[in-house]
Every structure is written in C-alpha cells, then in structure tokens.
C-alpha cells in the first residue's frame, strides 16, 4: 500500500445473495481500515468468518420490515451513497446523522432462476428491489462510489486499495458501467417472464435486449473477428455438446438452419446443411435411412456440412454417418452404442438438442440498428392451396410437392428445391434471379430431374423458370402466385403439361 495516502474512516456495505469471497473481500477492506456494514444476513455470515462487522439495521436505527421486502430503502443509506464530495452534500449528510459509503458491494436476487422453477409467487418474491436500487445509486456516484455487482470485481478493486489506497477512475467507472448492464438486463428478465403469454406473434414498442453470453467462440464468421453465442433472458442453453471440439460461429449457423428445417416433419428426416443452405434433405423409414437418402441429394455438398435428425439416432445411423466426414451431428437423443461409436469421430461435434430452441424473435442488425421480426410460422392451412393448372398433380406429385415446399423455406432466396420420392435431388439457393436458381437445381440434380416436383419459395416473374424446368424433366411446380404474369406462367405450364399449385404465402429467407 502506499503510505503517503491520507488514512480515513471508510464505509463499505455490503449486501449479498452471492456470498462467495465475500468473507476474504471484507476481511481485506478491514485490514485496510474500513468500517463494514451488512444486511442481517449477510452480516451473520462475515461475522462467522471473523469480520467484524455492524448490522445495517443497527447503524440506521431502522429494522428490517416486510419479511425483509424493506431494509437497505432508508435515506441515511441512499444519501451515504449519493452525497457528493461538495461541502453542501457532506453537510445535509451529517444534518440526518448519515456518513459516507464509499463503497457498495450487491449481489441481486436469482430472480432469472426462480423464475425458471415456474412457480410465479416465488418468482415474484425474488425480484430485487433494494438490491437495485442500491447498484444503482453507487454506479451513478462513481465519482466517488466504489461499486461491485459480482464476486469477480473485489480482487482488482482490493488490489488497486492496497496499492495505491484508492480504486483509479477508469476502474470505477468500468465497474459503474457494468452495475447499470447488469440492472439493466435484470429489469429486462423480469418484463420478458411478466409478458410470457401475452402479445404473441406481435412486435414490441420497446425491445429489450439483455441476453448474456452463454457460450464464448474462438472467433466469429473468420478468424479476425471476434464472436460469441448470447441467450436470450430466462432461455437455457438449447443443445449439449456431448462429444468433440468447440463450436463455432458458423457451426452454430448452420445447426440453426437445419434444426428448424428437421422441425418441419412428422416422419424420420435427415438434412445436410452447407453454408446455411440444405444441400440434401430425405424422409426415410429411420434415421439411418433418411440419412443415406439426404446424402445422394448432394454428396459432394454434404462433406464438411452439418446433418441435423428428428430422431433418435441407432446404432446403424451411427455407422452410416461413420462414413462421411461432417462438422456437426445433431439430433434429440442418441442410443448408447451410437454414441459410442460417434465418439470415435474426434474431430466431430455430436450434439443433443434440447426442446424450445427457438427465440420469439428474430433480430438482425443493420446500419447500425436492428430489424425484427416474428418467426416464419409456415403454412398452416394446407387445405387452402389452390391448383392453377389444368392438370392436377398426381398422388405421388402430391406427396414430393408438401416435401419440397417444406424444405424450400430453409433455403436461401432466390430458393427452388427439386425433390423425388421423400428427397431433394436439386437445390438452388442464393441466386440473383429465380431462373438461375432453377438452372442451379438442374445442373445438381442431372437425370434425376425427370419426374421431380420442384419448389419456389416466391413467385415466378417470367416463364422462364418453369421452361427450363420442364425441359429438365420435372412434372409439378408448387410456388406462392401473386407474380403480374401469373397468367403466363400458368399458361405455360399448361403448355407443358405441369401440375401447378399456388400457396398464396412467400417464404423468403435472406
């Protein structure tokens, strides 16, 4: 420490949930020569480990009411923490027998935990009020107010006191900065549990964002960027890492595109997502089926991808994926001898996804704001499809057209999916126009075109795309309508002989 620094009486007050190195931090700030108050509670526990310490109730002359709703809101404690260093403010201070609180140490109430139990009394009784008030009042006196909001701050604070007998400016405003992050976000947590069942599918006037960082990445998209995975308030980790090496940005990317895309079907399906795009996607008559199907749509593609299931994975599963070398397995559950046997991929994630992984929102910045929107909820009202053409598909056509339009709401826009019995055979994603998205599908699926029904996720604005789908050998075309040449492009499919239906819904994906 250094002993030119002018020793004077200090008060510290602490007032804690999170007690771990709360004993060590006091006992540190006594052999520095401050004065400790504490909550009831917290004061019984310095007091076991040999703190002396002065209960706040005592001090203020004050007792703790309400079952302990009430005991830090008192002005002797607010105007300790608030006064400044100004005459006129040390004067009020001692007109009401008040002395300076030069620092503040809170840790809230677990209010994002209790809420999670489910039971709204104990929720309700967990959502701090004094404890706030008082990060607050110290954050926003950081002038002269030392404020710690985690069991993390005291060492550096206590480090900077011994050495220099004072905590340096910057410190103490990081420390105030992340005070009013977390008051913040907890404020947020409790608008988010309170609101839970109302508003559904609508924006709100006010969005709170206080997600916390639940998962840190190596880097973001590319090595030079910096990346982490966030959770939305009172939202668990949606997945378990059950083998392999740490996720990463573009990882968790792609586990999200084909999470939801699986999500679509009833029956046993595999998708292989490269690149945020599904470049093989197959019903089966189980996982090991499906997989092997969703991996001829696009072999090549698939090395290197993603694989998501919407079961279980067996054993024979687990020996089909054996065979291709993938960055992510991703599925419900999986047997023990699967995972056993997927554990010899080392360099392969295998995760298990756990229920409710999806947001209420979905949130992009751009321009330096942020766009928002409701999930795509998909089509749910098949029934309302029209059929445009003169031909109407035929029970096979049916079943590949519900396929394929499920997938293409994951593919990237402009969208067209070509599938045939249960499987994609084609994907064009990404293009900047719809024709070249169709001549991409064709070009992946080759022969295996002929008989395929095809899939867009917008309109058609010319006849070209059906035209050249055709000429690939696809039979039904299941696309939104709503184009100004609707007319035409339904001509020519008559022209040649498709089965067209129209959903009346988009489903663009940027």
């Known amino acids: ?71 830090t809101l008192h002005p002797r404690v607010h105007a300790g923490i608030l006064a400044r260093a100004s005459e006129a403010d040390q004067a009020e201070l001692a007109a009401i027998g008040g002395k300076p609180i030069d620092l503040v140490a809170v840790t809230l109430y677990a209010f994002e935990e209790a809420a999670r139990r489910g039971a709204e009394e104990e929720a309700i009784e967990a959502i701090d009020i004094g ?31 011994r050495r220099e007998g004072e905590v340096p400016l910057t410190l103490r405003r990081r420390l105030a900065a992340r005070a009013f992050r977390l008051t913040a976000a907890y404020d947020a947590w409790i608008a988010r549990y309170l609101e839970r069942e109302d508003g559904e599918g609508e924006l709100p006037e006010t969005l709170l964002l206080a997600a916390r960082q ?18 939305e308030p009172l939202q668990k980790l949606p997945f378990e890492v059950l083998q392999g090496k740490p996720l990463s940005y573009n990882n968790l990317l792609d586990l999200e595109a084909a999470w939801r895309a699986v999500e679509e079907f009833e029956e046993p399906v595999a998708v292989i997502v490269k690149h945020n795009n599904p470049c093989g996607a197959a019903m089966g008559a189980d996982p090991a089926d499906a997989f092997r199907r969703a991996l001829t749509g696009d072999p090549e593609s698939a090395y290197g991808g993603i694989v998501a299931f919407n079961r279980e994975v067996d054993e024979e599963a687990a020996a089909a994926l054996q065979e291709v070398f993938l960055e992510v397995i991703a599925a419900p559950g999986y047997r023990p001898e699967a995972l056993d046997r997927l554990r010899r991929k080392k360099a392969c994630r295998v995760i298990r996804m756990r229920e409710g992984a999806r947001g209420a929102l979905e949130i992009r910045s751009v321009l330096g704001g942020l766009l928002v929107q409701t999930p795509d909820p998909g089509d749910g009202d098949p029934e309302s499809w029209q059929v445009v053409t003169r031909r109407a598909p035929s029970e096979a056509e049916w079943r590949d057209l519900r396929f394929a339009w499920k997938v293409v709401r994951h593919v990237r826009s402009n969208a067209i999916v070509l599938a045939r019995e249960g499987q994609t ?4 994603a990404g293009q900047m126009s719809r024709v070249d998205a169709v001549r991409v599908a064709v070009m992946k699926a080759g022969p295996r075109a002929r008989g395929a029904a095809m899939a867009s996720d917008a309109f058609f604005p010319f006849p070209d ?23 035409e492009v339904i001509a020519a499919a008559d022209r040649l002989r498709l089965a067209m239906v129209f959903t009346g819904r988009r489903h663009f994906r940027h």
């Open 214 to 231: 639940a998962l840190p990445l190596r880097y973001g998209e590319n090595p030079h960027q910096a990346g982490a995975f966030y959770l």
């Open 465 to 487: 795309g059906v035209e050249v789908a055709a000429a690939a050998g696809v039979t039904a075309v299941i696309q939104p309508g709503g184009s100004i040449r609707d007319a």
């Open 1 to 71: 420490m250094n002993l030119g620094v002018q020793m004077k009486e200090r008060y510290a007050l602490f007032s804690l949930t999170d007690r771990t190195g709360a004993v060590e931090f006091a006992q540190g700030l006594v052999a520095l020569g401050w004065q400790i108050l504490a909550t009831r509670g917290t004061a019984q526990v310095l007091a076991a480990g040999g703190v002396p310490v002065r209960s706040l109730e005592e001090w203020t002359g004050f007792p703790e009411i309400l079952g302990g709703r009430v005991k």
């Open 131 to 161: 404890g706030v008030a008082l990060l607050r009042a110290a954050a926003k006196n950081f002038a002269r107010v030392i404020v710690c909001s985690r069991p993390e701050d005291y060492p550096p604070v206590l480090e900077a006191l």
């Open 425 to 428: 055979v084609g994907v064009g």
